[in-house]
């Protein structure tokens, strides 16, 4: 070959760089209206004093190995102890992060020869687990119980004779909606599936203590959870919650969890607390959906957007370059916000992605809408 060794890597960013795709990498700066730290736990003393007591100790930064070798710390099996026993579940496992676990589950349990339904909106680490897996899979319609159901008796009109899996987040990441749960939990008992839900948005927020949007089906053998740490519990890792069948199962054929080096011991640690945090303090949660009320009526009253009723609040605006311009001009007024495209969206819908943690306030959140308004207008 006469192409220069990095000729193609060059021309697709150029190709990116002509389509306003091109991302960067930014150092984060102003006020917090993107991140996912809701509850305000990431710089919160309670989980630095938990860490530091740990290293005090002598719990180890690292793991040194994978958690089938040597790897298994007393620290990991603490927090999987009181996962399993906060979200109600026969069994927790610690995964190294929320990608990581999200991947595994859609590319572990479902065997040859049964069939994976995805939400077409679902995170893209469950799709790259449905294309890495064993089973068929079909996507349905957002949020679309209806289009669940014809998938599935379609399959089966088919000679589909496996078992049916059903994945989908509880709270949108892009978005801010919620599943139909309960609509959901009877279609998978009335056929027989198992569940698989991405809690990542809504562990800590929402449901009693903060134990996610399926909290109320927790414990069930045809369930399977996914709690990451890396958001509301200002941590790191992530938390598989199911029957116990399925949690060993993991353990055995899983190969993002066989194969990779346990998660740091300390971040188990941390991921410990924020739990606790969650029981002890529901002032939290009470706070955080408040500054959600009061973001989304500034939002309607100002902007004319449609309250999501969570702590994500999408902004759609749809051109790409106007999107990103909006949200470099918002930064530069010291308001983080950051733009979101395709693909991580649906083309014709860039948007700014409007996080509520407890980092900001109400003033802060008066603030950042004058200048969404202002900077609209000059768009």
């Known amino acids: ?21 091109l991302r960067t990498l930014s150092s984060r700066t102003g006020l917090d209206f993107s991140s996912n730290d809701y509850l305000g736990l990431a710089a919160s003393r309670r989980l630095g004093d938990a860490v530091a007591g740990a290293i005090g100790r002598g719990t180890q930064v690292g793991a040194t190995g994978s958690r089938l070798l040597r790897g298994n710390a007393p620290e990991h099996e603490a927090l999987e ?8 579940t026969e069994r927790a496992l610690f995964f190294g992060s929320g990608y990581i676990a999200n991947f595994a589950l859609p590319s572990t349990l479902p065997q040859k020869g049964d069939l994976l339904i995805l939400d077409e909106l679902a995170h893209a680490s469950m799709h790259e687990g449905a294309r890495a897996g064993r089973a068929e899979f079909k996507l349905a319609a957002h949020n679309d119980v209806d289009a669940v159901e014809d998938a599935i008796t379609s399959w089966r009109s088919e000679g589909g004779m496996g078992r049916v899996w059903i994945a989908v987040e509880s709270l949108y990441s892009m978005d801010g909606d919620r599943v139909p749960m309960e609509s959901l939990i009877e279609l998978a008992d009335r056929h027989e599936t198992f569940l698989i839900v991405d809690e990542a948005h809504a562990t800590g927020v929402w449901g009693p203590d903060g134990r996610g949007l399926a909290a109320a089906f927790q414990g ?7 709690h990451t740490c890396g958001k509301a519990l200002g941590a790191y890792g992530a938390l598989v919650t199911g029957p116990r069948t399925l949690c060993d199962y993991l353990v055995n054929r899983c190969r993002p969890f066989i194969y990779a080096t346990a998660p740091s011991p300390l971040m188990a640690v ?13 002032a939290r949660r009470a706070q955080l959906r408040e500054r959600i009320s009061f973001a989304g009526r500034q939002l309607a009253e100002q902007c ?3 309250p999501s009723g969570s702590q994500i609040q999408p902004f759609v605006i749809g051109d790409v370059a106007r999107t990103m311009a909006v949200a470099a001009a918002l930064q530069g007024r010291g308001f983080d916000i ?3 495209r395709p693909p991580t969206v649906p083309e014709g819908t860039s948007r700014l992605r409007i996080s509520l943690t ?6 802060e959140i008066c603030a950042m809408v004058e200048a969404l308004v202002e900077v609209l207008a000059a768009a």
């Open 304 to 306: 004319g957007v449609t």
């Open 358 to 363: 407890l980092n900001v306030g109400e003033a």
């Open 338 to 340: 950051r733009g979101i």
């Open 270 to 282: 941390a991921a410990r607390e924020a739990l606790a945090i969650l029981s002890d303090e529901p």
């Open 1 to 21: 070959m006469n192409e220069p060794p990095l000729a193609r890597f060059e021309a697709t960013l150029q190709g990116l760089a002509r389509k306003d795709r």
């Open 220 to 226: 069930r053998d045809n369930i399977v959870a996914l």
């Open 81 to 88: 102890a009181d996962a399993a026993a906060f979200f109600g």
